[in-house]
Nanobody, 111 residues
């Protein structure tokens, strides 16, 4: 059974940074693409970033140049480094692979 557990969310001031982690189990991690999504209150869930099994990355225009997705196959973990955070980045952030979702971690950007 695939299990994804996100961590690293919290409250941060505008301009600050956070690093999210997603630990995966129940899959041969290095074979699969991983993605980060987010959902703000009253809005649809949206793609933030993806990384293929080979390490190719893709980002939403709204986070390009500020967020970096990476993976550590030895730890079965995917990361999202978020810099220069803005209030509009406030959302619950979810990890996803093969249609499986984690429980999400809250990120709040506020002064």
């Amino acid at each position: 059974q695939v299990h994804l557990v996100e961590s690293g969310g919290g409250l941060v001031q505008p301009g600050g940074s956070l690093r999210l982690s997603c630990a995966a189990s129940g899959i041969i991690f290095d074979l699969y693409a991983m993605g980060w999504y987010r959902q703000a209150p009253g809005k649809q869930r949206e793609l933030v970033a993806t990384i293929t099994s080979g390490g190719s990355t893709n980002y939403a225009d709204s986070v390009k140049g500020r967020f970096t997705i990476s993976r550590d196959n030895a730890k079965n973990t995917v990361y999202l480094q978020m810099n220069s955070l803005k209030p509009e980045d406030t959302a619950v952030y979810y990890c996803m692979t093969m249609g499986y979702w984690g429980q999400g971690t809250q990120v709040t950007v506020s002064s």
